[in-house]
């Protein structure tokens, strides 16, 4: 089975502090994305990469910044946390569109919950 | 612009009885549609999906949903419910390599 894992389910952090949140795939996925979920705005693209250190902004990049550095594993970086960045953050993976190998889904990781004090 | 909307926030259901799930789309091109489910704190799994062929899907946990390109229109459907069905539920079109989600419908199953 495809398994993305997010390194912290919970997270609390005062506002100001940098914060990281880690995704990683098993499945040899190209895609990757970081997606904030907020209750009435179902999910809302942050940005998504999909190749090794490339990347491209979502509908709402403002306040992120986002590192691939190796093909498993896509980081979600707040620079300064603010207390508007409260919310739900799921990373999700895929082959890319055009592969051989894409099916068309998204699989996503548990979600980690961030709430900035 | 690619849309898909969820016209309901909220569905209760009783258990044992047939539930909907609505969703209507508002793309170009093919309509490829997507159900995912998300269950309380946990991230979203894949359901079904329509591509091609049998406008009527079937997936997971017993699931199916019917595509009607006339109504433009892709609602998830199962004939009994159970308290266990009880999540937030998407429909989703991709759109280049990414996806567009529609809102979420809470599902309430009542024992």
């Known amino acids: 089975d495809v398994k993305v894992t997010q390194s912290s389910r919970y997270l609390v952090k005062r506002t100001g502090e940098k914060v990281f949140l880690e995704c990683v795939q098993d499945?040899?996925?190209?895609?990757m994305f970081w997606y904030r979920q907020d209750p009435g705005l179902g999910l809302r693209l942050i940005y998504f990469s999909y190749d090794v250190k490339m990347k491209e902004k979502g509908d709402i990049p403002e306040g992120y910044s986002v590192s691939r550095e190796k093909k498993e594993r896509f980081s979600l970086i707040l620079e300064s946390a603010s207390t508007n960045q409260t919310s739900m953050y799921l990373c999700?993976?895929?082959?890319?569109?055009?592969?051989?190998?894409?099916?068309?889904?998204?699989?996503f990781g548990e979600g980690s919950r961030l709430t900035v004090l | 612009a690619q849309s898909v909307a969820q016209p309901e926030d909220q569905v209760n259901v009783a258990e044992g009885n047939p539930l909907t799930v609505k969703c209507t789309y508002s793309v170009s091109g093919n309509p490829y549609l997507f159900w995912y489910v998300q269950y309380p704190n946990r991230g979203l799994q894949f359901l079904l999906k329509y591509i091609t062929g049998d406008n009527l899907v079937k997936g997971s946990y017993g699931f199916e949903a019917e595509f009607n390109k006339s109504q433009t229109s892709f609602h998830l459907k199962k004939p009994s419910a159970l308290v266990s069905d009880s999540a937030l539920y998407f429909c989703?079109?991709?759109?280049?390599?990414?996806?567009?989600f529609g809102p979420g419908t809470r599902l309430s199953v009542l024992p």
């Open positions: 989703a079109h991709p759109y280049g390599q990414n996806f567009v």
């Open positions: 999700a993976s895929s082959f890319l569109l055009g592969s051989s190998l894409h099916t068309g889904e998204l699989f």
């Open positions: 499945m040899d996925h190209e895609n």
